[in-house]
């Protein structure tokens, strides 16, 4: 946004056997966020994913108190498929994450 950097989005694909999984992640500054700018991101990188890698499975990680984010991914089509409790460390706490999955 005007010549500034405000936010990534990449997906990673698996190897071998679960060269059909790709790992999302996406990210937008404060300031940013609330904007459409990251599903605009994550759609476009989604629909790369497949046409490109072949992606049959899109997966991601999120922290269980990132409403927003959850709500997002949701819209988007991610299911909740695991909680994995005590995963990241943040402000001295230990925090879950979800794991969530798209099938493209």
């Known amino acids: 946004m005007n ?11 698996n190897k071998y056997r679960r060269s059909h999984i790709g790992k999302l992640a996406v990210g937008i ?3 940013y966020k609330g904007i459409g700018l990251g599903e ?4 476009e990188v989604i629909n790369l994913a497949k ?3 072949g992606t049959k499975i899109i997966q991601l990680e999120v ?9 997002l991914y949701k819209k988007l089509g991610f299911k909740k498929v695991a909680r994995l409790p ?3 460390q943040y402000k ?3 925090i879950d994450k979800f794991i969530m999955i798209k099938y493209t």
């Open 3 to 13: 010549d500034k950097i405000v936010g990534h989005v990449s997906v990673e694909l």
């Open 29 to 31: 500054i404060s300031g």
């Open 40 to 43: 605009y991101l994550a759609t």
């Open 51 to 53: 046409k490109e890698l």
């Open 63 to 71: 922290y269980v108190d990132n409403k927003s984010a959850i709500n």
């Open 86 to 88: 005590k995963q990241i």
């Open 92 to 94: 001295g706490k230990l």
